[in-house]
Each structure stands twice: as structure tokens, then as C-alpha cells.
């Protein structure tokens, strides 16, 4: 869950961010980001990625958004990658 920051250092060097969010604009303003994709988690639980793609899923300051938690950690959960980390801030 993203906007204009992922709330990660500038120099940190991933193959891949991907930010998911509900405002293009902001998530075209975020440099960061490699890809990005406009969805309304609480209105479309299911996410637009393969099974077990991600090593890291990062939720910052936006728990508290979901009207569905437990429908979304559930999605996390799928597109995870076996051993992957989940960071809910």
C-alpha cells in the first residue's frame, strides 16, 4: 500500500518495488517505485499478482484504512514467496 512514499531509504537497491494505491498520481510521483498499480483494496481484495511473487510485503501506516483486514492479509499471504517477510506499520 503506496502513495508519493514508500517510507523506505532512498538508497536502498531492490530488483523491484511495486506499490499499490488508490491515487495514481501520487504513486506516478513516487520515484521509488518500479511499477505501481491504482486498485481499491477495500473494494477489490484480490491482487493483481501471481502466487508467491513477493519476498517482502510492506504495509505502511494504511492497516487502518481496510475495511477488510483479514481478506487482504489473506491476499498477502498468496502472493508471498515461502520464507517472504510481512511489515505492517
Given at each position: ?31 521509488l ?7 481499491d ?12 511473487s ?14 477488510q ?18 511489515i505492517?506499520?
Amino acid at each position: 500500500m503506496s502513495s508519493w512514499t514508500s517510507h523506505l531509504p532512498l538508497d536502498l537497491k531492490v530488483k523491484q518495488l511495486v506499490g499499490v494505491g488508490l491515487n495514481e498520481e501520487e504513486l506516478k510521483a513516487n520515484t521509488l517505485l518500479s511499477q505501481f498499480v491504482v486498485q481499491d483494496l477495500n473494494t477489490n481484495h484480490r491482487l493483481p499478482f501471481e502466487d508467491c511473487s513477493f519476498d517482502i510485503v510492506i504495509c505502511s501506516v494504511s492497516v487502518d484504512y481496510l475495511t477488510q483486514p483479514l481478506a487482504i492479509f489473506k491476499e498477502l499471504f498468496r502472493v508471498m514467496a515461502p520464507g517472504a517477510s510481512c511489515i505492517m506499520s
